[in-house]
C-alpha cells in the first residue's frame, strides 16, 4: 500500500512465504509491493532494525533566542509569571510554546 512503512511482521511473512512461493505471491500474501519484496531480498534487515536516531533538529526552538530571560523569571523566588501574556506581547510565538511553559 502507498504511503504505508513496511512492518517488522511483514517482513517475517514474505520471508517465510518466499520459501515455498514466488516473489510475486508472497510480496502479494505478506501485503507488500514487489519492488519491496525485491528490497528485502536485496537486505533482510528488519524495518525496526534499520532506523537510525537523529543528532540534528528538524525545525529552529521556538523558545531559544528569549530562553535565558525565561530561566531568570523562573528562578526568581515567589513570583509568578504570566506567561501567556509575556509571550504574547513579542508577537512572534504562537499557542504552543505559551502551552508548553504554562505545563511547568
Same mark, same amino acid.
Given at each position: 500500500? &502507498? ?9 517475517? =511473512? ?13 510480496? /502479494? ?8 519484496? =525485491? ?22 526552538? &521556538? ?20 506567561? /501567556? ?17 504554562? /505545563?511547568?
Amino acid at each position: 500500500m &502507498p504511503g504505508l512503512h513496511i512492518t517488522d511482521q511483514q517482513v517475517h =511473512r514474505y520471508m517465510s512465504l518466499r520459501r515455498h512461493h514466488t516473489l510475486a505471491v508472497a510480496a /502479494a500474501k505478506a501485503g507488500i509491493s514487489e519492488r519491496s519484496a =525485491r528490497r528485502i531480498d536485496k537486505n533482510p534487515q528488519l524495518p525496526s532494525q534499520k532506523k537510525r536516531e537523529r543528532h540534528w533538529r528538524t525545525r529552529p526552538a &521556538p523558545l531559544e533566542p528569549i530562553w535565558p530571560r525565561v530561566e531568570e523569571l523562573l528562578k526568581i523566588p515567589g513570583s509568578t509569571v504570566d506567561f /501567556a501574556n509575556w509571550l504574547g506581547s513579542r508577537g512572534r510565538f504562537g499557542l504552543g510554546p505559551v502551552c508548553i511553559l504554562t /505545563a511547568f
